[in-house]
């Protein structure tokens, strides 16, 4: 059945991509008060970096108690910092679609944007066109100059929008967290250093399969999907989703389908494109769309119940779901292109095929001509190819089992190669030369 988007659970104090631990202590390492680099430095008198010469303090800005990938990203990048040793002033920068305030993970440390920030290295969790935003606000804590200014931009095309350029050219450092956007950002041909640091990531959370939670059978095929509708339902592409699954299971009463939108309800129903998502899925009744915010633990718990996740996206700078199902265990069927092939492979997911085609999305401006030419392309996945590899895995549950142990211990090794030393030694390359 379809869920109505009026429905919610009830007091729900997290976000689908929420916290990971409300009452988690909170660090020695952030406090008030620190380093500056370059010009800071001769008016402070404080010191530039630790004996060996790397960086020591960070303001960071980003969506750290948004409710949505970017959110998600914005935590674990300052987890990463945290962990890593730093003295960190952290903020969390506010979301115009309303999506703040969700997680509190974080909350005991965050300081306002009406606070100065203490350190000379400022580090952006987020993209181009908002820290233009967050800048022409004069902010007290948003200070650039004499400073060391990076920027963590997602992107899912090979073509970066001509109005980036302006908020890029404010940045000393631009860190891609994954190759495809380094990619993608080096062919803006910026002054600044482009370095690849892969995303960090912990769910914090441990999701457990019940059956009975999600109303559904023990004997049922369970495929899971998600998405947040504000990154585009184009993008996103449910359509090749339903059409695969009808593909795969015209008549198999076993089969279910679970849609999660994050968000849903801050879309107006009256809007084309949900309407149209909400019709397909009710012509079948072995599909379910759940609209619902749930804390992470319940978003992971879904994905860890699922016998396969799919994502069959035009592009992805990253493709959180996706990441996230992997760490729970669960098989993973997605589009083989763009930036999920981070961590990604044929040995430890199910890549589908795909033909490039011109990027047509009338629902949001930014992937138009206009913006960003003629010449962008994504992937059109081949929902024949997935629906095979449906039936394969239902057919031989062995076959995703063993896949996924693979992704399991992956990124197990992506964690254990996922040091700070990328990240701090670019950060001392470019203060040497800010300072000198």
């Known amino acids: 059945m379809v869920l109505p988007i009026a429905s919610s659970r009830a007091a729900i104090l997290c976000d689908t991509q929420g916290h990971s631990n409300p009452d988690r202590s909170v660090p020695a390492v952030l406090r008030s008060g620190g380093d500056h680099l370059a010009r800071a430095i001769e008016t402070t008198g404080s010191r530039l970096a630790t004996s060996d010469g790397q960086p020591s303090a960070i303001n960071f800005f980003g969506p750290i108690s948004g409710n949505m990938g970017l959110g998600v990203a914005a935590r674990n990048w300052l987890r990463f910092l945290l962990d890593a040793g730093l003295e960190v002033f952290a903020a969390d920068t506010p979301d115009r679609r309303g999506r703040s305030g969700h997680s509190r993970e974080f909350l005991p440390l965050t300081h306002g944007l009406d606070e100065p920030s203490p350190h000379g290295i400022n580090l952006f969790s987020m993209n181009p066109w908002s820290v233009q935003e967050l800048v022409g606000a004069s902010h007290r804590a948003v200070e650039l100059d004499g400073r060391v200014n990076v920027i963590v931009p997602f992107w899912e095309l090979m073509t970066v929008p001509e109005d ?130 749930l804390p992470y633990r319940e978003v992971l718990s879904l994905y860890a119940t699922a016998d396969v996740y799919v994502s069959l996206h035009r592009a992805e700078g990253l493709g959180l779901g996706m990441l996230e199902a992997m760490s729970v265990g669960t098989p993973v069927v997605s589009t083989g292109w763009s930036g999920n092939l981070d961590y990604m492979t044929p040995a430890n997911s199910f890549l589908v095929d795909y033909r490039m085609v011109p990027v047509r999305a009338p629902t949001l401006k930014v992937y138009s001509p206009e913006v960003l030419g003629p010449k962008a392309r994504w992937a059109e996945p081949d929902p024949a190819h997935a629906a095979d590899w449906l039936r394969r895995l239902a057919a031989d549950p062995a076959l995703g089992r063993h896949r996924s142990e693979r992704a399991l211990a992956d990124l197990a090794r992506r964690r254990e190669a996922s040091e700070p030393s990328a990240l701090l030694a670019a950060l001392q390359r470019v203060a040497g030369r800010e300072s000198g």
Not at 218 to 230: H, K, P, T
Not at 243 to 266: G, V
């Open 164 to 293: 980036w350029r302006a908020g890029l050219e404010m940045m000393d450092l631009v860190v891609a967290p994954t190759r495809f956007i380094a990619e993608a950002i080096r062919s803006v041909k910026l002054d600044a250093e482009v370095v690849y640091v892969p995303q960090p990531f912990e769910t914090g959370e441990v999701g457990a399969p019940d059956r009975a939670h999600w109303d559904t059978p023990e004997d049922a095929f369970l495929v899971v999907a998600g998405f947040e509708l504000s990154s585009d339902i184009e993008r996103k592409n449910p359509w090749a989703l339903l059409e695969a699954f009808a593909q795969a299971f015209p008549s198999e009463p076993r089969a279910r389908l679970i849609l999660k939108l994050n968000n849903a309800r801050r879309w107006s129903q009256s809007d084309r494109s949900l309407s149209l998502l909400i019709e397909a899925c009710a012509r079948d009744p072995r599909i379910r769309l759940l609209v619902d915010v």
